[in-house]
């Protein structure tokens, strides 16, 4: 358990640490962000800061410890960003697309730790609570 706890949170660390790094310049429309998603890959300007903040969201609900749910939400969606930048660097032709596999590469190694530390933490809970025969609640 131990160490599946260390690799899960080294790898949301990283992973929350690179999502945060390229939401805070489109929260703030960084003219870095707006040269990116504007200009080069052609979309609108409301656009960035509305990513921007769905990023921040995001990693906010990977990093709040509880509420699976939203968790799986949050991967889901930072993974579809992920999924949609790669798709739109490659739909324009150039070659940054190979600079998406880090980023993709931390978000599937941290949703599985996280898998593998909810299971962990489920059969560590059912051992701690005892069933009583006859008890009902």
């Known amino acids: 358990m131990k160490k599946t706890n260390i690799f899960y949170w ?3 660390g990283l992973f929350a640490f690179l999502m945060l790094g390229s939401a805070i310049p489109d929260i703030m429309s960084h003219p870095v962000a707006i040269q990116g998603m504007h200009v080069e890959l052609g979309y609108p300007v409301f656009f ?17 410890p509880g509420f699976p749910r939203l968790k799986e939400w949050a991967y889901a969606g930072l993974f579809f960003d992920l999924i949609g930048a790669t798709y739109s660097i490659l739909a324009i032709g150039k070659p940054d697309w190979m600079f998406m596999v880090l980023p993709l590469t931390l978000a599937i190694v941290s949703y599985v730790f996280y898998q593998k530390r909810k299971k962990l933490q489920a059969e560590v809970g059912s051992i701690r609570t005892p069933v009583l025969a006859g008890t009902s609640f």
């Open 10 to 12: 080294v790898f949301n």
């Open 48 to 64: 960035v800061p509305f990513i921007g903040v769905a990023k921040f969201l995001g990693v906010v609900a990977i990093l709040v």
